[in-house]
Every structure is written in C-alpha cells, then in structure tokens.
C-alpha cells in the first residue's frame, strides 16, 4: 500500500531555479527506481515562495530503501544545496482552515 508525502522546500536565496529543476525530476527518479507510484504528484507554491509537494510513495519500504539509494541520495544533495526542507506547519498556509496555494506545472 502506498503512502502519501507532503514535503515542502523552502529554496536558498538565489536557487529557486534550481529548487524548481530538481523538483521537477524528484517523483520520475523516485518511480525509476521504483519507490514511488504512478498516481500524479502535485507541486504548488505558498505565498512566500516555499514549494510544497504531494506525491505517493510506493509503500513504507520504499521510504526506507530510499535511504539507502545511490541515485536518490544524489539527488537529495541537489535538494540540500537549492533548498531548506522545512514542517508544512513553517507555513503561514498551515494555519488556515483551507490552505490555497499557485500551481506549479511543469
């Protein structure tokens, strides 16, 4: 059984582009190595520019084993250098009782 994620990602001065890239190729790495779903995953942006995404894990070993994952662990140093990882309760959004937030398409 699946399990949902909601991560947010506040980027560094200066790195939202390279925040948005690898934000963009997270869940297709993640599906390659076969640790997330096929179920669409959903990237949005809260009003101080902090990118908040949902996608499906593929189970709870898959969030395990992708700890120990060469191919994820790289691009989890991407996401350390573009970005913060901070509690989706950091959000002013957090504290609404319908957060609202932009879309982000890629």
């Known amino acids: 059984m699946g399990q949902f994620s909601i991560a947010t990602y506040r980027p560094k001065p200066g790195k939202e582009a390279d925040l948005l890239q690898v934000v963009k ?15 669409v995953a959903h990237v949005m942006k809260a009003k101080d520019g902090t990118i908040v995404e949902v996608f499906e894990w593929a189970s709870t070993d898959a969030i395990a084993a992708a700890h ?4 994820v662990l790289t691009m989890w140093g991407r996401f350390n250098d573009a970005c913060e990882i901070v509690k989706f309760t950091d959000l002013a959004e957090s504290q609404d009782m319908f957060p609202g937030f932009e879309p982000i398409d890629f």
């Open 25 to 39: 190729e997270h869940v297709p790495i993640l599906r390659q190595e076969g640790l997330a779903t096929d179920r």
């Open 68 to 71: 120990k994952n060469p191919n």
